[in-house]
C-alpha cells in the first residue's frame, strides 16, 4: 500500500497550490479519502475529507471556502486545491485512506502518505 501526496511548495499569501496524493496497493475507489495536516509542535488536525460512495465533501471550518477536495477514481488521485492561502496554512500536507468512521478522527484511517510541505510566506 502506498499514498504519495506531491504537489506543495513555497507560496505568497493569496496565492494558491493544488496538492496530489497517488493511492496503489489498495481498492482506492472504495475507500474514504482525507487530508490533515501538521505544524511543529502541534497535533495533527483535520483539513478535508471525501467519501467513496457519492463523493460528499467535508471541511475543517478554517480551511472553508478556500480549499476544495475532489477525487479521481479512473487516476487512483485525491487532490486538495488550495486558495487564498494564508501563512497559517503552512504545514506539512497528509493524505490518508479510511472504510469508513468519524471522518476528523486520525484513528479511522488506515492508510496514510508521507506528506508534502507547503509554506505560505512573503
Known amino acids: 500500500v502506498q499514498l504519495q501526496a506531491f504537489g506543495g511548495g513555497l507560496v505568497q499569501p493569496g496565492g494558491s497550490l493544488r496538492l496530489s496524493c497517488a493511492a496503489s496497493g489498495f481498492t482506492f475507489r472504495t475507500y474514504n479519502m482525507g487530508w490533515f495536516r501538521q505544524t511543529p509542535g502541534k497535533e495533527r488536525e483535520f483539513v478535508a475529507h471525501?467519501?467513496?460512495?457519492?463523493?460528499?465533501?467535508y471541511y475543517a471550518g478554517s480551511v472553508k471556502g478556500r480549499f476544495t477536495i475532489s477525487r479521481d477514481n479512473a487516476k487512483n488521485t485525491v487532490y486538495l486545491q488550495m486558495l487564498s492561502l494564508k501563512p497559517e496554512d503552512t504545514a506539512v500536507y497528509y493524505c490518508a485512506a479510511s472504510r469508513g468512521g468519524t471522518y476528523s478522527s486520525q484513528g479511522v484511517y488506515d492508510y496514510w502518505g508521507q506528506g508534502t510541505q507547503v509554506t505560505v510566506s512573503s
Open positions: 471525501i467519501t467513496w460512495t457519492f463523493g460528499n465533501t
